[in-house]
């Protein structure tokens, strides 16, 4: 199994300045990885395919980079809106699909 | 647009059995790009996935699940289903339903149901 790790486990960030989020693969995934926001109380929601690829309405500062076992998922100005947990998730090696534990972005 | 529907099972006691469904609309269920997937969330927890059918009946499974674990689909219907048997207090979660886009490389969720939490308790 592929094992997901992000850092950190929170973020606090003023508006209108840059988030930086971290995973790390513990073993190659070439570019298959995705990235998701989760609200509270709300269901995931596709940001990021291939490591790069932004969904389809996603703004643009949503950004994310990387391949092999080390991936960024940057926010370029954070707005209010963008309070939520991101997780990333693998699917080079399957079964099973893996999730990183996740990153709290706060707003300060 | 695709959208996804759980049922809510609610509240199980220890052993019994877990069963879920899940409505696709706006969407075939029968689509060659899709795979319907089960996750869940433990309370103020990660995700995890528990496995993914397809319209043909293939499904994979999370090794770690696999052995209490069985999907199914209706086309006719457009649902597609979870049973987990045995539940413990550690299969308390929040249960979502999902599209997991798939061709040669690709495996991420872009569809989530709203999500069912399911406890279990005696």
């Known amino acids: 199994e592929v094992v997901m790790t992000q850092s950190p486990a929170t973020l606090s960030v003023s508006p209108g300045e840059r988030a930086t989020l971290s995973c790390r693969a513990s073993?190659?995934?070439?570019?298959?990885l995705a990235w998701y926001q989760q609200k509270p109380g709300q269901a995931p929601r596709l940001l990021i395919y291939g490591a790069s690829t932004r969904a389809t309405g996603i703004p643009a500062r949503f950004s994310g980079s990387g391949s092999g076992t080390e991936f960024t998922l940057t926010i370029s100005s954070l707005q209010s809106e963008d309070s939520a947990v991101y997780y990333c998730q693998q699917y080079n090696n399957w079964p099973p699909l893996t999730f990183g534990g996740g990153t709290k972005v706060e707003i300060k | 647009q695709l959208q996804l529907q759980e049922s809510a099972p609610g509240l199980l006691k220890p052993s019994e059995t877990l069963s879920l469904s899940c409505t696709v609309s706006g969407g075939s269920i029968s689509s060659t790009t899709s795979y319907w997937a089960w996750i869940r969330q433990s309370p103020g927890q990660g995700l995890e996935w528990i496995g993914g059918?397809?319209?043909?009946?293939?499904?994979y499974y999370n090794p770690s699940l696999e052995s209490r674990v069985t999907l199914s689909t209706d086309t006719s219907k457009s649902q597609f289903s979870l049973t987990l048997r045995s539940v413990t207090a550690a299969d308390t979660a929040v249960y979502y339903c999902a599209r997991q886009y798939t061709s040669s490389w690709t495996n991420w969720f872009d569809a989530w149901g709203q999500g069912t939490l399911v406890a279990v308790s005696s």
């Open positions: 073993q190659s995934v070439t570019t298959n």
């Open positions: 059918i397809y319209y043909t009946g293939i499904t």
